[in-house]
């Protein structure tokens, strides 16, 4: 049996989609499970059961300070151990990640697998599309970058979701690989002009300030996101690698229409044909 942990989360939620259309037997497990699912609670250990569980797809709990996240994926792994667990499938990150400050988390939680005596398969997922795209914000239907012109190998959320499913499906024949999973670089720009609007660029200091003043962010928050800016506006997250069209046995997905959509998306509904009006120089 296949257990995916964080089954409420997006990316969860389509690896057990995935793996139901193939017709595998699948157990989602959230913190708060739907029906057929596990109560698996990461910050409560006793609520880890992996019983009967072969292949164990584990989904990276992040949104919290270094030590939580790795304390979560640490009991987690430590459960696998105790109940038997064959293989083990961590959605990581991308090796070229590791100017974010978020890498270290996920690679602690790598070298942690690969000392635990598992079977293991390490899946290094690219930062999403959807995530690129919402990270621009709106100013009179313009669109506020702090990428500059940064690209950015950004694979989609889907595409993430299928590759996993399919390791965890055949996890005998992915055993102590780790991929690289990245999709086709695009920029700013590239948004800017397929969804027709203009740009403004942030330095890192004025996006930096944006963030501070936001209500809405955990302390850690800030760092982190000014972190992926500055990766991205110089250029440390747009090397784009064959791993992702390997394990889906197709070309993957553009993530430029993804991030473009999730960015229009945010966008005010009254600044809309504001937007369109400016881009057509109205
Ligand atoms: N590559 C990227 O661009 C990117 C971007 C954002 C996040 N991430 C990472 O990838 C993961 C999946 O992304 P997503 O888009 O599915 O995120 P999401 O929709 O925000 O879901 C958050 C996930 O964290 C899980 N979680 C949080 N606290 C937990 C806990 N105490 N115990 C167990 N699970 C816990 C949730 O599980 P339940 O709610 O089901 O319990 C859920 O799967 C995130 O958690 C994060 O670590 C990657």
């Known amino acids: 049996m296949i257990l995916i942990t964080g089954a409420g989360g997006q990316l969860a939620r389509r690896i057990v989609a995935h793996l139901r259309t193939a017709g595998a037997q699948v157990v989602p497990g959230s913190r708060n499970p739907a029906e057929g699912g596990r109560r698996l609670d990461f910050d409560l250990p006793e609520t880890i059961d992996l019983t009967d569980v072969s292949t164990l797809v584990l989904v990276s709990a992040g949104y919290a300070e270094d030590d939580i996240v790795t304390q979560r994926h640490a009991s987690v792994i430590e459960a696998a151990r105790r109940h038997g667990v064959k ?16 890498a270290l988390a996920h690679r602690a939680t790598e070298r942690l697998l690969r000392d635990s005596g598992l079977s293991w398969t390490i899946l290094r997922n690219g930062l999403y599309a959807e995530l690129i795209g919402g990270l621009l914000a709106w100013e009179q239907g313009v669109l506020v970058s702090p990428f500059n012109n940064g690209r950015v190998a950004a694979p989609t959320r889907e595409d993430l979701a299928v590759a996993a499913a399919r390791v965890a499906i055949r996890a005998e024949d992915h055993v102590g690989r780790v991929y690289e999973l990245t999709g086709v670089p695009f920029s700013t720009a590239d948004i800017a002009a397929e969804l027709g609007v203009e740009v403004l660029g942030l330095s890192l200091g004025e996006y930096r300030d944006r963030l501070l003043s936001s209500p809405d962010l955990l302390p850690f928050q800030p760092p982190m996101l000014a972190g992926i800016a500055s990766s991205v506006r110089h250029d440390f997250l747009g090397q784009h690698g064959p791993d992702l069209e390997v394990l889906l046995g197709r070309t993957p997905a553009p993530g430029l229409p993804v991030a473009a959509r999730t960015a229009r998306a945010a966008l005010p509904a009254n600044r809309a044909q504001d937007g369109a009006a400016r881009s057509l120089g109205g």
Not at 87 to 96: D, I, K, Q, R
């Open 87 to 102: 293989h083990v499938v961590y959605t990581s990150l991308v090796g070229a990640g590791d100017h974010l400050a978020f």
